[in-house]
């Protein structure tokens, strides 16, 4: 169904690579063109990779800086899931970093107002991602970059009111 290239992301439970349609699509000006996406594949699929689908479908359309699920397949014989998201040319946050040493003041309230735009339509969907870091947060190119949060296999759906995640200290 795709042609998979370069890997351009690798993490604990899966990897990612760029990845391209067999067929052709039409592009925003009518013209054919093989579209390129990122391919997330999940080798030994739990309830939980099928959970990362679940809460990306629940969140499609809906802010701007969420990363959006375009198609997933689950292959039951091999037990692998693939996701398929846009890819983002930007890099990361970590990356955008890196390349600079460090972000102005401008620069960093421009990101921070993004990520809490999106953690906020997270929340009121009763959604946590509890694994937010700059290796997670995606960027478009271009001179106005667009933050996306991605990477939602931590992620929960709240419950209660109350949720306990990490080490509890005793005095």
């Known amino acids: 169904k795709y042609f998979i290239g370069d890997l351009i992301g690798k993490g604990g439970f899966g990897t990612v690579h760029v990845c391209s349609n067999l067929t052709p699509e039409n592009d925003e000006r009518g013209q054919i063109v093989f ?19 679940e809460i990306m479908k629940e969140l499609l359309n809906g802010n701007e800086h969420i990363l959006e699920l375009i198609d997933h397949e689950l292959n039951n014989e091999s037990k692998v899931l693939f ?15 890196k390349s600079k040493q460090r972000l102005s003041e401008n620069e960093s309230r421009y990101y921070f107002h993004q ?6 339509f997270l929340h009121n969907k009763r959604h ?13 190119q271009g001179e106005n970059k667009i933050l996306k949060i ?11 009111k109350n949720t306990i995640c990490g080490t509890r200290v005793r005095f």
């Open 115 to 120: 990520l809490m735009k999106g953690l906020n």
């Open 128 to 140: 946590i991602h509890r694994d937010i870091k700059c290796e997670n947060l995606l960027l478009t």
């Open 35 to 53: 579209k390129s996406y990122a391919l997330k594949t999940i080798r030994n699929i739990d309830h939980k990779a099928m959970k990362e689908v």
């Open 83 to 97: 996701i398929k998201l846009p890819l983002m040319n930007g890099g990361t946050l970590s990356q955008l970093i």
């Open 150 to 160: 991605s990477d939602f296999g931590l992620a929960k759906v709240l419950e209660s």
